[in-house]
């Protein structure tokens, strides 16, 4: 029987997707140069570098990690190989997502590892290769507690081959983000590798989101949600116990509303750093505005007493106002309601 993951679609994790969509139509209706779009995925690649590196306990700053990035020197100590090494398999994925040569498979996991652990790990045969011990995982503040026990490293190929299948198989039935968030979750519970388990799934993550149709992937970090809050990062997507004993009950949903959220957070804040572009408003747009400008909130019926227009053409409405910035929404189902930004 091929694994399959638990989760229910819950309303809030409908309206945070929706949510994503129409940012990402914001974004992509934005004319930017070549040379613009370059400078937002040079800033977001090194934001997530940073960031990823972070959560691991990197202790560099944004500022050093920039410098060394564009500087990248010889002579460097482990925490600064950590970043370049992180860097470098970022432009990798980026390079393959945009040929079409990325591969959704085990082995293409490995290698992303390889990149990420690079002369940081003295025992060759753990580099690029899953693990081959056992492991534990212990708290950060009480080292000798033992908070999970990942499956034995004998279940791990199979584990990760049947995780890297539900993703290939899954493309036409859920979001690219659920994909990725279901992906991320159950990487970090396999703990597939001796080191370099965080920044692998991450780096991994970031590939599914620009494989599975993401395209403007490079131009957001997403781990700089996670950096903020690690401690909520941390429990979020781990476990407690025994991988044996809880295998058959892990719940993605809460993680999976976590993990688009970030998603959500990160396009927005891509979204502020973009140039207004200059499009047309229509009458019917200036209704809604107008109505705004002398109440604090709009709701679909109170436009229906303005406007003639059909209910389908009045959401086109909103939509379009939300997607320039100019308004938000506010609620659910037939709570919505909506007010200037």
């Not at 564009?70 to 925490?79: C, G, L, N, S, V």
């Not at 809050?229 to 991988?243: A, Q």
Request: hydrophobic share 35%.
């Amino acid at each position: 029987m091929s694994w399959s993951p638990k989760f229910t679609i819950r309303p809030r994790l409908l309206r945070i997707t929706r949510e994503i969509g129409e940012t990402l139509g914001a974004i992509r209706s934005n004319d930017m140069s070549e040379r613009g779009l370059e400078g937002l995925a040079l800033e977001a690649r090194m934001l997530s570098t940073f960031a990823s590196t972070s959560i691991e306990g990197n202790p560099l700053p944004l500022t050093d990690v920039k410098r060394l990035l564009k500087e990248a020197p010889r002579q460097i100590r482990d925490t600064e190989r950590e970043i370049l090494n992180y860097n470098d398999a970022l432009e990798t994925i980026y390079a393959q997502v945009a040929g079409g040569k990325l591969k959704l498979t085990t082995r293409s996991f490995e290698r992303i590892q390889g990149k990420v652990v690079t002369g940081l790990m003295e025992n060759r045969s753990d580099i690029g290769k899953l693990r081959q011990k056992p492991v534990v995982i212990r708290d950060p503040l009480k080292p000798d507690r033992i908070v999970f026990m990942p499956p034995d490293h004998g279940d791990v190929p199979a584990l990760c081959d049947e995780l890297m299948a539900y993703i290939r198989k899954n493309p036409d039935e859920l979001d690219p983000i659920l994909l990725a968030g279901v992906f991320h979750k159950q990487a970090v519970i396999i703990h597939p590798f001796m080191d370099g388990n965080g920044r692998s799934t991450r780096l991994m993550t970031t590939a599914i989101l620009g494989h599975e149709g993401l395209d403007i992937f490079p131009i957001f970090s997403f781990e700089a949600y996670y950096n903020r809050n690690v401690t909520r990062y941390f429990r979020m997507v781990g476990e407690t116990g025994d991988y044996y004993d809880l295998k058959d009950q892990i719940d993605f949903t809460d993680w999976l509303e976590y993990f688009a959220e970030g998603i959500l957070d990160e396009l927005k804040r891509v979204q502020k750093t973009l140039p207004r572009t200059v499009q047309r408003l229509e009458d019917h747009h200036r209704t809604i505005l107008d109505f705004l400008d002398t109440n604090d909130t709009i709701t679909q019926r109170e436009y229906g007493k303005l406007s003639a227009r059909s209910l389908a053409a009045r959401k086109a409405d909103f939509n379009y106002l939300l997607n320039l910035g100019l308004i938000e929404r506010h609620g659910s189902g037939r709570s919505v309601w909506y007010s200037k930004l």
